[in-house]
């Protein structure tokens, strides 16, 4: 069966044929940049201060419709956590990833894993799931935060420095 991609990278290819050009365009490549950048937003800047006055700062990309490979442990917190939260004990514990199913529990994955890899990961399943017939896609509903954490120090109130 022919996929999308195989057919437009045909289209070209005929163009190129009957013109003599050889664009030599990456069709996969392009369409799969579409189906990341229609699925995940911009990173949004966070910072987040706890009851112990630790400062996280950083930043997170939010994609939909995908998850996290599997094989990542993870620690649950309930649904009705607020995102604030969510982050802050994520940043807290060193997980770059937070999963939610729907209005469901908030998974925090990723400890100690490596951005890039991870990143690279996610928009893998992000455009495998994109492809998939509309019967057959498992991740609906899900959102994906990837955490890029910059900062964690410790605050202190005048008055309370050591």
């Known amino acids: 069966m022919e996929t999308v991609f195989d057919h ?9 044929r009957e013109t003599g050009e050889d664009r030599n365009i990456d069709v996969n490549a392009i369409n799969r940049q579409n189906i990341i950048t229609n699925n995940s937003d911009y990173p949004e800047p ?3 201060i706890n009851a112990d006055n630790e400062l996280f700062h950083g930043s997170y990309i939010t994609y939909s419709n995908t998850d996290v490979y599997g094989g990542m442990e993870n620690h649950v917190l309930p649904r009705e956590t607020e995102f604030n939260n969510v982050v802050l004990e994520a940043a807290r514990r060193g997980c770059i990833v937070i999963v939610r199913k729907g209005a469901g529990q908030w998974y925090l994955k990723g400890y100690g894993k490596d951005y890039v890899d991870t990143k690279q990961r996610i928009e893998n399943n992000l455009v495998t799931e994109a492809l998939r017939e509309e019967g057959a896609k498992i991740h609906r509903n899900v959102q994906v935060w990837l955490l890029q ?7 202190f109130n005048e008055g309370t420095l050591p």
């Open 8 to 16: 437009i990278n045909n289209i070209v290819e005929q163009e190129d």
């Open 149 to 155: 954490i910059r900062v964690g120090i410790a605050v």
């Open 46 to 48: 966070f910072t987040v």
